[in-house]
């Protein structure tokens, strides 16, 4: 949309005018709606000398935001955040997360009980062993056992299913394997996956996995419903069909519209929930939601606001900036021999060259948190060891260690490749002026739209392009483990023996303060040999209506609406 | 007449089938492929589900998309090397046109959304009523604003009242409908309340934009009917008409209304279809689910299915209207015959 938020609003008013004159045969049509809510023109009025606005008062049910059209329910196949924002309220893990991270050092307070009441763990830590609650049941009444879980499990593992994360699943013993066999040579009794009776379910990993708790709770460890599966195929998670174990079940959907919530009776903790109906509506446009919600027709944005937005909104009591587990970054590519970016010495310039400081300040209002190393600094018990400093005269000192500047070879011109988006372009100008002026490296800015850009990254197509990494779990290994070698997500051409040998030690280690600082170690690699220029930690900028209770900061942007409730 | 129709609608099945062949074709010509997301995946997965492993046509191959190699990929029945082409040859059978074209030709299936588990018939059934009552209404707008301005406009040639309609329809065409809406919706919406910024939960919640829509048609239909009602009121039978002494109002309702409209008419054609199409802009500055929001995010996402059946409901739509208009012209001008 225009940017109109910043003309004064007798410009606004007199443009507004013009139209009216322009529309003078128009004006019977506006009537009807005029009559149907005069209060609100009084609202806006009034708002003036109030708040600037009141949200969600008028709505009926609580009403949020999911910023794409789901592109599904099957909690097997889906990788985005809408989907898992949905997934989250209509079926239930063996943990569920808590409502907050906030305050939170030690990951196990992360979890709470889901479906399973709790949890054993052997001794080597590779053996999980979950008890079910009997209470727990299907939306149709039926209890949930852990034939569910067995059954879901083999399902996305089942060779050839179209589950895209399938890999959340290798963390279990045999699993990779098993999926990755030929159909007719698949044996389940490599897996380890057991449910010695309907309310006990074994789970063997591969290593110690300390972060498997929170694993259950990710939506494609969810349990769906055999007996809805097997009878209506992939039409199971239409609404008239879709069976779900959480708080709530879907009662209507409409593509590219809205979703209907509503609470299940047959929920173990239905007496806990208090919010009986949501409304989900489905916005892409931030600018759109933003005036979703000054119409007071939401009670939560759901996704951050626009920045071009943040001004207007920054000191409204319904404005939050909750953490998010996330990091913006610069991948470098270190593939083309004959690049000057195949220099770590090169890499480490650049690195020092970039002052995030007044780049997240100056040129991003603020809106994020520099990035003093990679893993971001809101991880439950894990600090990152190395910094990332700003520091001109060591970034021209290793570029000259290199052979380039000063005395040494003319530095070629290097691409830096982002994708169609207002914030990348801020951040992107800001670097090639903080590089230029800092190292005298000439930077062309190419701009690409999301596929496009997409494909050139998974191709090695660029020289320095933007990245972003939000966390799956609370440990630093959703950071690092992308980077060993071979990941599909490393997509740099880095690769480093010693940092893959961490890591696979920190996997192999039971002991959580040891594990701690073999990780820290590889994060020490990363940052100052590696591929990635962290810019800055994201945070999470939305609103929220002062009458809605329970809505806490997740740096996972998790949240329950059985944690929730509306003041009257 | 009869005859021309089924001319005319054979001909059209031809004019289509061309369109869905270059359509699917230009789809997979476009950079990047629907399995690609921004984290690893499974892409064999959704390569096999999609037949992307396929080739496209038997003597072309574009797809060779990089993780094929891993998963079980399609054997070429023959390869052919010339100088720098590298030519893979297939059966017809075992093409991406093929897996298209047969259920879509054998039992109108337009398949499977390759971005969503739904179908691409039934999320396009849904989001067309959306549209259809967008276009519509827009059309009504255009209609009741830009005849009457235009015939007004038309018998009142170089006077102030002429030029201050003229005047208002240049502001109509000129502003876009990406910076009407979101006025309106400052207005309107925000500022006064009457309506709501976005979504469609009632026919209040379309008239902004109906309205967005339908000005721009509106101010271009009214230049459109003055233009033909000055060309009509010079000829003769006009002035015959006068001298037999009618009063002005029946010389212009009975006799030049009819003919100063036919360029309108001439227009309604391209104007629903440019309307309808028209409608993706709007779709998104109002949340609407229609759609042209839909086709949007289909290319955007290289949904290929899903773009190919936008194109081919757009196309059908344009194709049926035109024949329409046709029909309509021998209706209003009784010089027009087709047989």
Redesign the interface.
């Known amino acids: 949309?225009?940017g109109?938020r910043n003309t004064s609003k007798t410009a606004?008013a007199g443009?507004?005018m013009l139209?009216?004159l322009?529309?003078t045969?128009?004006a019977a049509?506006?009537k009807?709606?005029?009559e149907?809510?005069p209060e609100?023109?009084a609202?806006?009025e009034k708002s003036a000398t109030d708040d600037g606005f009141r949200a969600g008062s008028k709505a009926d049910s609580f009403t949020f935001v999911v910023a794409a059209?789901?592109?599904?329910f099957?909690t097997a196949?889906m990788?985005g955040a809408p989907e898992g924002r949905i997934a989250m309220q209509l079926f239930e893990g063996l943990l569920i997360p808590g409502p907050t991270t906030e305050g939170l050092d030690d990951p196990k307070d992360l979890m709470r009980p889901g479906v399973a009441k709790s949890y054993d763990i052997s001794e080597d830590g590779k053996t999980y062993t979950f008890h079910l609650r009997e209470d727990a049941k299907w939306s149709n009444g039926e209890p949930v056992t852990s034939a569910d879980f067995v059954y879901s499990w083999k399902r996305i593992l089942t060779p050839?299913?179209?589950?895209?994360?399938?890999?959340m699943l290798y963390v279990i013993k045999g699993a990779e394997a098993y999926n990755k066999s030929k159909p007719e040579e698949a044996d389940w009794e490599t897996v380890g996956i057991r449910a010695p009776d309907a309310k006990t379910l074994e789970v063997e990993l591969n290593n110690p996995t300390p972060f498997f708790p929170e694993l259950t709770a990710f939506y494609t460890f969810f349990p769906v419903p055999e007996k809805a599966v097997e009878e209506f195929g992939?039409e199971w998670?239409r609404p008239e069909n879709i069976i779900t174990n959480g708080a709530y079940e879907m009662t209507s959907y409409?593509?590219?519209?809205e979703i209907k919530l509503k609470k299940s009776e047959h929920y173990w903790d239905a007496k806990n929930v208090a919010i009986n109906e949501a409304m989900v509506?489905?916005?892409?446009?931030r600018n759109?939601v933003t005036?979703?919600y000054?119409?007071q027709?939401l009670h939560w944005s759901g996704t951050s606001l626009p920045v071009s937005q943040i001004a207007d909104f920054i000191t409204h009591p319904d404005y939050r900036r909750d953490p998010l587990l996330g990091v913006y970054y610069l991948r470098v590519n270190v593939s083309k021999e004959d690049s000057p970016l195949a220099n770590a010495d090169v890499r480490r310039a650049l690195s020092y060259a970039t002052d995030r400081s007044s780049l997240v300040d100056d040129v991003l209002s603020g809106l994020y948190e520099a990035a003093n190393s990679y893993v971001p600094n809101n991880m439950p018990g894990y600090e990152s060891t190395t910094t990332v400093d700003y520091n001109p005269r060591k970034a021209a000192e290793s570029l000259k260690k290199a052979g380039y500047g000063e005395g040494g070879k003319a530095m070629p011109k290097i691409t830096l490749l982002y994708n169609s988006d207002e914030n990348h372009k801020l951040v992107a100008e800001s670097i090639q002026k903080q590089w230029k002026s800092n190292l005298g490296v000439e930077i062309e800015l190419v701009n690409k739209?999301?596929?496009?850009y997409?494909?050139d990254i998974?191709?090695l197509n660029y020289d320095v392009a933007r990245a972003g990494w939000i966390g799956d779990y609370n440990d630093p290994m959703t950071f690092l483990e992308m980077f060993k070698t071979g990941?599909?997500?490393n997509d740099t051409g880095w690769s480093s023996e010693k940092y893959d040998g961490l890591l696979e030690a920190a996997r192999a280690e039971a002991d959580p303060a040891k594990r701690v600082k073999i990780l820290q170690e590889a994060e020490t690699i990363l940052v100052t040999e590696g591929p990635i220029i962290p810019i800055y930690f994201y945070t999470n900028n939305v609103l929220v209506s002062r009458d809605v209770k329970g809505l806490e900061p997740h740096n996972r942007d998790i949240h329950l609406l059985k944690y929730m409730s509306l003041s009257e | 007449m009869s005859r021309f129709i089924l001319k005319r609608l054979i001909g059209s099945v031809f004019v289509l089938l061309t369109i869905v062949t270059l359509a699917l074709w230009i789809t997979r010509m476009a950079?990047?492929?629907p399995c690609?997301?921004?984290?690893?995946?499974?892409t064999c997965?959704?390569i096999?589900?999609n037949k992307l492993d396929r080739p496209v046509f038997p003597v072309y191959t574009s797809v060779p998309l990089?993780p094929v190699e891993a998963c079980d990929a399609w054997e070429p029945a023959s390869e052919v090397t010339l100088g720098p082409i590298h030519i893979l040859t297939s059966g017809w059978g075992d093409t991406q046109y093929a897996h298209y074209m047969i259920p879509l030709l054998t039992s109108f299936d337009l398949g499977q959304s390759m971005?969503?588990?739904?179908g691409v018939g039934e999320?396009l059934w849904?989001?067309l009523p959306y549209t259809l009552q967008l276009g519509l209404q827009a059309l009504f707008?255009a209609l009741?604003?830009g005849v009457p301005?235009g015939l007004y406009a038309g018998l009142r040639q170089n006077t102030m009242a002429d030029y201050s309609t003229m005047t208002?329809a240049m502001?109509?065409v000129s502003i876009p409908n990406?910076?009407?809406?979101?006025?309106?919706?400052?207005?309107?919406?925000?500022?006064?309340?009457?309506?709501?910024?976005?979504?469609?939960d009632s026919w209040?919640d379309s008239?902004l934009p109906s309205?967005t829509l339908g000005?721009y048609y509106a101010a271009y239909i009214a230049r459109l009917t003055r233009g033909g009602m000055l060309e009509i009121i010079r000829k003769d039978f006009i002035r015959t008409a006068r001298a037999k002494g009618l009063t002005e109002h029946a010389v212009v309702v009975a006799h030049a209304m009819r003919g100063a409209i036919l360029p309108v008419v001439s227009y309604m054609g391209p104007a629903v279809a440019a309307l309808l199409a028209g409608s993706v802009v709007v779709e998104?500055?109002?949340?609407l689910?229609?759609v042209g929001?839909?086709f949007v995010?289909a290319a955007?996402?290289?949904d290929y299915n899903m773009v190919l059946g936008t194109v081919i409901l757009y196309s059908t739509v344009l194709v049926f209207l035109n024949l329409l208009v046709d029909i309509l012209y021998t209706v209003i001008d009784p010089r027009v015959s087709y047989d």
């Open positions: 949309m225009i109109l606004r443009l507004a139209l009216l322009g529309l045969g128009l049509c506006d009807g709606g005029g149907k809510k609100s023109s609202t806006a059209d789901p592109e599904t099957d196949k990788t050839g299913f179209p589950a895209d994360y399938v890999s992939d998670t409409i593509s590219q519209k509506r489905i916005i892409p446009d759109a005036n979703a000054r119409a027709e739209e999301w596929k496009i997409l494909q998974d191709n990941d599909g997500n | 950079p990047s492929n690609l997301k921004e984290r690893a995946t499974n997965g959704c096999a589900v990089e971005k969503t588990d739904r999320t849904a989001a707008v009741l604003i301005a208002l502001i109509g990406f910076v009407l809406g979101p006025l309106l919706i400052m207005f309107f919406a925000l500022d006064l309340g009457w309506f709501r910024p976005n979504g469609w209040v008239v309205i000005l998104e500055i109002f949340n689910p229609g929001k839909l995010r955007l996402n290289r």
